[in-house]
């Protein structure tokens, strides 16, 4: 047993399963730190391995033989503000690694910039970058012994690739998120800006509505947009909404995986960069304990994510991430856990995409651990679960300041944006595995449309340029298919044709997808519909001109009408009908990463992980 008194609750530790992963000789706690480590550099078991650590920068024999080595894993590439910073930043945390007297071993892995993918065919290699993350840090980990890890994600599928390799090599790990990016400021568009205007704005402009909301100014609409694309992203740092980047590491922060404050520094902040430093300190903290991920990735752990997540108004992103954490580290979480918890809980912030406020605005009133020191007070969730720092959750945010006094950004409980949560898990004949929609009641709770069909984002995205979706259509449900995650392949985000439809002003749409929307994304949404039209869901066999109703508050999403039809057993007996007569499309590509993802892939209702037996 660990040398701490809070482990999981019914007493049994949460170890990887002997046959699920390979097993390690590994030292006893309590006594030396180089536990894994150790097989490679004890006596001359390993005289090559030794004289390539030896290259590689250890100093003397006495550090061979007693320095804990450590893994500093930034997901680190330049070309994208999310991540172009974390290779300093990793530089920071090893300075702490070695001021704690361990070797600091510092390597990258990879990532895909959605902001710079999103529409086009590289934001199908996004969702898969997801595995590749923790399937790297799990090979350098394991094959390299160390004897923990610290992990620098920035962008969104970087979170839950790292805390999903934690669960899998189980070894004292922390992580530090990136931090938030700056608001950016349009003079002519009138205010704050951020990398979802720029797809608003777009919608916009196609739409002929783009001006310039300063008095006087004769600037065009192009002028407008340039001025936006100059400057929406002012720095590094991921995107400054609760977007999927700022919604995974609140949620990670409320799981107790990070120090405290982690996913509400900015990434440019003095307090970033003493996080980094106190990170690589920590870590001793970490091993001397024996603190595992797994010790922390619990039930309670992963229902505080949950509640977090809807409080700020967190990205649909979050329920997939969610699911496919909870199942590397074996712990049951379903939709119907989700849920459970939305239902459940307020809608208390107004954050981007929706509402007003950024991430460096919920920073400035306290952050995220003021937050969480509410949310403990008032019981909603639960402040005893331990964290990487030894102490428990309430420990970590007790000194924290209250919100600050006046502030707008979180409402109080009284007087809530939504009484109930903005993640909705629906079901019914159009999504009988479920379905995640986005709603916050801004755009009301019930939706019914005519049907118009899209074989792929770019057929819906095309419409859109080319202006043949108007207001004077009447209520349309606008059903993209064959992009899940097999038919993708990859489940690529649509935030593209979301925003345009915002930046156009057309409320009369509603959109459907077996793909996702971006974090960024809002309206009438609804993604991750399983089973998949690729696979022979539903959705592949509904037609133009069939009529769909998306309730949010029966949480039902279901064809309703076919050519006059409106008895629903007769309704169920013509998609059936249909089904007998579809044909599956020819997966493509066939080979290279995507290739193989498709094949792996699990659905979206189950995390769409790609390591199940």
Not at 52 to 68: E, Q, S
Not at 207 to 214: A, D, M, R, T, W
């Amino acid at each position: 047993m660990p040398p701490y008194d809070f482990i999981k609750d019914d007493g049994v530790r949460n170890e990887p399963q002997r046959d699920d992963y390979i097993q390690w000789n590994v030292l006893p706690p309590g006594g030396p730190l180089n536990r894994w480590s150790q097989n490679l550099t004890r006596e001359h078991d390993f005289p090559g391995a030794q004289a390539m650590l030896y290259a590689a920068g250890v100093p003397d024999r006495d550090t061979m033989k007693n320095a804990p080595q450590v893994g500093i894993a930034t997901v680190w590439w330049e070309g994208n503000p999310c991540n172009t910073h974390l290779h300093d930043l990793g530089k920071l945390v090893k300075k702490g690694v070695e001021k704690a007297g361990f070797l600091g071993w510092q390597y990258g892995t990879i990532g895909v910039s959605d902001g710079i993918t999103m529409g086009a065919e590289g934001m199908r290699f996004s969702l898969q970058s997801r595995e590749i993350i923790a399937d790297s840090i799990e090979t350098i980990t394991c094959a390299q012994h160390h004897d923990a890890n610290i992990s620098i994600p920035g962008c969104d599928k970087n979170m839950p690739g790292v805390v999903m390799a934690a669960a899998r090599h189980n070894r004292p790990f922390i992580m530090v998120y990136g931090g938030t990016i700056l608001k950016g400021h349009s003079e002519l568009y009138g205010g704050d800006i951020n990398i979802s205007t720029c797809y608003e704005a777009r919608g916009a402009y196609g739409y002929g509505k783009l001006q310039p909301k300063c008095a006087g100014s004769t600037a065009s609409a192009s002028d407008v947009l340039d001025e936006i694309e100059r400057h929406a992203c002012p720095g590094a740092g991921a995107c400054g909404g609760m977007y999927t980047a700022n919604t995974m590491s609140t949620a990670i922060e409320a799981m107790g995986l990070t120090l405290p404050g982690s996913s509400s520094y900015p990434a440019t902040s003095p307090d970033k960069a003493r996080e980094c430093e106190r990170a690589g300190e920590m870590i001793r903290v970490v091993m001397e304990k024996d603190i595992r991920p797994r010790d922390l990735l619990t039930r309670r752990a992963l229902e505080n994510a949950l509640v977090v997540t809807v409080i700020l108004g967190g990205s649909t992103n979050a329920v997939l991430h969610l699911l496919a954490i909870a199942n590397s580290a074996d712990v049951p979480l379903t939709l119907d856990d989700v849920d459970r918890a939305s239902q459940r809980t307020p809608l208390l912030a107004d954050l981007a995409p929706s509402g007003k406020y950024y991430m460096e605005d919920l920073y400035h009133i306290g952050g995220t651990p003021s937050v969480l020191k509410m949310l403990i007070a008032n019981n909603l969730i639960d402040g005893t679960i331990p964290t990487v720092t030894g102490k428990t959750l309430a420990e970590n945010v007790a000194d924290w300041p209250v919100l600050a006094e006046g502030q707008k950004l979180i409402r109080p409980l009284s007087d809530p944006i939504k009484t109930s949560g903005h993640l909705r898990i629906l079901r019914g004949n159009l999504a009988p595995g479920g379905a995640v929609a986005k709603i916050t009641g801004k755009e009301g709770e019930s939706f019914t449309g005519r049907v118009r069909v899209f074989n792929k984002e770019k057929e819906l995205n095309d419409a859109l340029v080319s202006g043949s979706i108007t207001a004077n259509d009447g209520n349309l449900v606008l059903i993209v298919r064959y992009e899940g995650p097999k038919g993708g392949p990859g489940m690529p985000e649509q935030l593209r044709a979301s925003a345009t439809i915002m930046g156009a002003g057309l409320t009369n749409l509603a959109l459907v997808t077996d793909g996702r929307y971006s974090g960024a994304s809002h309206g009438f949404i609804v993604g991750h519909v399983v089973p998949e039209a690729a696979v022979g869901g539903p959705l592949a066999v509904v037609q133009d001109g069939d009529v769909v109703r998306i309730d949010a508050v029966s949480n039902r999403m279901d064809v309703v009408g076919i050519d006059g039809i409106e008895d629903l057993q007769q309704i169920e007996a013509e998609l059936a009908r249909r089904m007998k007569s579809w044909t599956p499309p020819p997966m493509r590509p066939l080979r290279g990463v995507l290739g193989k993802y498709a094949r792996l892939v699990g659905d979206a209702s189950h995390g769409a992980v790609t390591d199940q037996p």
